[in-house]
T-cell receptor, first 112, second 114 residues
Framework: GAGVSQSPRYKVAKRGQDVALRCDPI?????LFWYQQALGQGPEFLTY????????KSGLPSDRFFAERPEGSVSTLKIQRTQQEDSAVYLC??????????FGQGTRLTVV | AQSVTQLGSHLSVSEGALVLLRCNYS??????LFWYVQYPNQGLQLLLK??????LVKGINGFEAEFKKSETSFHLTKPSAHMSDAAEYFC????????????FGTGTRLLVSP
């Protein structure tokens, strides 16, 4: 595609619900990142994929967070049993080379 | 570990005035440095980047930044602010762990008044 696409753009979840956030990276991009951006803060790294391999998940805040990229293209970030502190914008970025990451518009998650 | 400090969470300027957004980094190895802009309810857009070579980097929308190793700084400037520059600006550094993991500052919101 022309850019990184994320869906949904907005998600409201009741506390305790499971959510799934989708990222469609730029076609052919090998690397895919997930970041979490809390209100008024800069994005913080969650996890990184190279093709289908998850090479770093050190930023995932708890075992309720899970990410996958089974075919090396689309990725899904899943949050189980959502809590209020999970409310944030979740950004996906992809890159191939040249140290430039292209970001999607993000998914704003609100847990009520 | 690398980190980024952005001084000032908000900056207000008048249209036509100089814009200076400050960024300092800590890094034990030569860094890759970036400035991103974020408009309301949008993702991040790359303004400019420094990897190697010329230390004065020109980006989109008339912005530029200078890498100063001695000061560990990468300040962003624009000679004359425009109303459309109002946005949040993030400085970021790549953590050299073998892949391009970005470490961001906390951001500076630029307000431009007529």
């Amino acid at each position: 595609g022309a850019g990184v696409s994320q869906s949904p753009r907005y998600k409201v979840a009741k506390r305790g619900q499971d959510v799934a956030l989708r990222c469609d990276p730029i076609s052919g991009h090998v690397s895919l990142f997930w970041y979490q951006q809390a209100l008024g803060q800069g994005p913080e790294f969650l996890t990184y994929f190279q093709n289908e391999a998850q090479l770093d998940k050190s930023g995932l805040p708890s075992d309720r967070f899970f990410a996958e990229r089974p075919e090396g293209s689309v990725s899904t970030l899943k949050i189980q049993r959502t809590q209020q502190e999970d409310s944030a914008v979740y950004l996906c970025a992809s890159t191939n080379s040249g140290a430039e990451a292209f970001f999607g518009q993000g998914t704003r998650l609100t847990v009520v | 570990a690398q980190s980024v400090t952005q001084l000032g969470s908000h900056l207000s300027v008048s249209e036509g005035a100089l814009v200076l957004l400050r960024c300092n980094y800590s890094s034990s190895v030569p860094p890759y440095l970036f400035w991103y802009v974020q408009y309301p309810n949008q993702g991040l857009q790359l303004l400019l980047k420094y990897t190697t070579g010329a230390t004065l980097v020109k980006g989109i929308n008339g912005f530029e930044a200078e890498f100063k190793k001695s000061e560990t700084s990468f300040h962003l400037t624009k000679p004359s602010a425009h109303m459309s520059d109002a946005a949040e600006y993030f400085c970021a550094v790549i953590q050299n762990t073998g892949f391009q993991k970005l470490v961001f500052g906390t951001g500076t919101r630029l307000l431009v008044s007529p």
